[in-house]
């Protein structure tokens, strides 16, 4: 029986990060979604929690949420 590789992909080849900030105006809706250009979630999170200027936001890479951060938290 064959393993199956990390990123999940025949090949072993892994799917390059998508990272993206949705914004939250004060009703709850979206306001915005900015793609990020960076190479894992630490990073990520970082540049999220600095573009929330007061507003909610949430972090997600291509389908997978990985975390949310309000505008009170910045």
Same mark, same amino acid.
């Given at each position: &029986?064959?393993?199956?590789?990390?990123?999940?992909?025949?090949?072993?080849?892994?799917?390059?990060?998508?990272?993206?900030?949705?914004?939250?105006?004060? *009703?709850?809706?979206? /306001?915005?979604?900015?793609?990020?250009?960076? /190479?894992? *979630?630490? #990073? #990520?999170?970082?540049?999220? $929690? $600095? &573009?929330?200027?007061?507003?909610?936001?949430?972090?997600?890479?291509?389908?997978?949420?990985?975390? $949310?951060? *309000?505008? *009170?938290?910045?």
């Amino acid at each position: &029986m064959s393993e199956i590789p990390q990123g999940g992909l025949p090949g072993g080849t892994e799917t390059p990060p998508s990272y993206r900030v949705l914004l939250f105006d004060g *009703d709850g809706k979206v /306001h915005s979604s900015v793609p990020i250009p960076v /190479h894992n *979630d630490e #990073a #990520a999170k970082a540049v999220a $929690r $600095r &573009m929330c200027n007061g507003l909610s936001a949430e972090l997600w890479d291509g389908l997978r949420y990985i975390d $949310r951060f *309000d505008g *009170d938290d910045t």
